[in-house]
């Protein structure tokens, strides 16, 4: 992929996604503002939302000693409690699990837990791709679909928002 002015590395200087993302026109940065970009807690807007065909593509490094880590789709970027979440990923190493939920008007789904196997190794890269479909996102982990979660959010174009935080260093957004 081109990077052009203030992009690099999927991100631009604003926080912004690549491929989908607005950029704020305020120069290329150096790579130290890239490392402070990637901090976790990170947020982002998705400029757009989400539409069937778009992908949000994370990579990382789960940590040494990790508890767990959380991926958010939100709509809108706010720490409000009655904010949407389109789904949410919680990957918790205690228990092996990879749950999944959503809110809407203030209520929580319930966790979805079922998976094949657990993807994740203490102090070893990863990817993550969240597909989203016309009913449902698809995610896969490195290559592999690991399972479907269907759209609780009616308007995809809401979805606005990523936030990622928890035992993880974020190497790579698009």
């Not at 690099?8 to 305020?26: H, P, Q």
């Not at 009913?135 to 479907?148: A, E, K, S």
């Not at 308007?155 to 974020?170: E, F, R």
């Amino acid at each position: 992929m081109a990077v052009s002015g203030t992009e690099r590395d999927g991100i631009n200087i604003d926080g912004f996604l690549n491929n989908s993302f607005g950029s704020s026109g305020l120069g290329s940065p150096d790579r130290e503002d890239f490392t402070r970009l990637l901090t976790v807690p990170f947020s982002g807007r998705i400029k757009g939302g989400m539409r069937p065909g778009k992908k949000i593509i994370v990579m990382g490094i789960v940590d040494p000693e990790p508890e767990s880590f959380d991926i958010s789709l939100t709509c809108g970027d706010t720490d409000d409690s009655r904010a949407d979440v389109a789904i949410e990923l919680s990957a918790r190493f205690p228990d092996k699990q990879f749950l999944r939920k959503a809110c809407v008007s203030g209520e929580w789904s319930a966790e979805e837990t079922p998976i094949p196997y657990f993807p994740f190794i203490q102090d070893q890269p990863f990817r993550i791709e969240i597909h989203c479909e016309h009913q449902r996102f698809r995610i896969f982990v490195d290559g592999h679909q690991l399972f479907d979660f269907f759209h609780r959010v009616e308007s995809l174009p809401a979805i606005d928002t990523i936030k990622i935080n928890g035992s993880l260093q974020i190497t790579k957004l698009g």
